[in-house]
């Protein structure tokens, strides 16, 4: 990306994202957006089609970073895991009133986003061989199983944060403390020192 248009576009999702901590992202404009960001609406339209797709992308650049770090980690997969697991937590903790209001029991804007970028990973890591599903089920293929695994893991996640965000002073710790306990055997994981 040409470094005009990069500057466009960090500018617009340093924008997304503090106009959404304090407003549901669906209130927030392509007008809000572009007069915030210093940016014409035209330049919005290059870089999302809603106020919606502008968070969410904003959202996922920097997951995004944590799952390159994950792939590059050559530590064994539950100690890689781990480790971009906290940093997706602190993620989340960096932005708590957007999560908090966005996840909304699964009917909000940012479950389904989460939910795929969790999903995206766990397959990342199938393809690449650092996992693998070893759970037998008569009459499905593994690849059918991986999928269901895949899917399994991303949307009980999200629900546990979207649980978790729901205290008051959520901590790290705490999730973890959970989630491992929750995690099935089949997936790698350490267990809590």
């Not at 470094?3 to 669906?26: F, G, H, N, V």
């Not at 990973?121 to 693998?132: A, F, K, S």
């Amino acid at each position: 990306m040409d470094p005009r248009k990069q500057r466009s576009r960090d500018r617009l999702y340093a924008a997304a994202l503090r106009l959404a901590e304090d407003r549901p992202i669906a209130s927030l404009t392509v007008t809000q957006l572009a007069d915030a960001a210093g940016v014409h609406r035209s330049t919005f339209y290059e870089h999302a089609e809603s106020p919606e797709a502008l968070v969410e992308a904003a959202l996922t650049a920097e997951l995004d970073v944590l799952r390159d770090e994950l792939m590059k980690d050559r530590s064994d997969a539950a100690t890689a895991v781990a480790t971009v697991t906290e940093g997706v937590l602190h993620h989340i903790l960096r932005h708590v009133d957007i999560y908090r209001r966005e996840l909304a029991d699964g009917g909000g804007a940012l479950h389904a986003m989460l939910s795929r970028h969790f999903r995206g990973t766990t397959e990342t890591l199938l393809d690449r061989g650092r996992v693998e599903i070893a759970v037998p089920v008569a009459g499905a293929t593994p690849a059918s199983v991986s999928d269901a695994a895949a899917r399994f893991l991303a949307d009980g996640t999200v629900g546990i944060i979207d649980g978790w965000l729901r205290h008051p002073s959520p901590r790290v710790e705490d999730f973890l403390r959970v989630y491992l306990a929750l995690l099935p055997d089949w997936w790698p994981h350490r267990p809590e020192a």
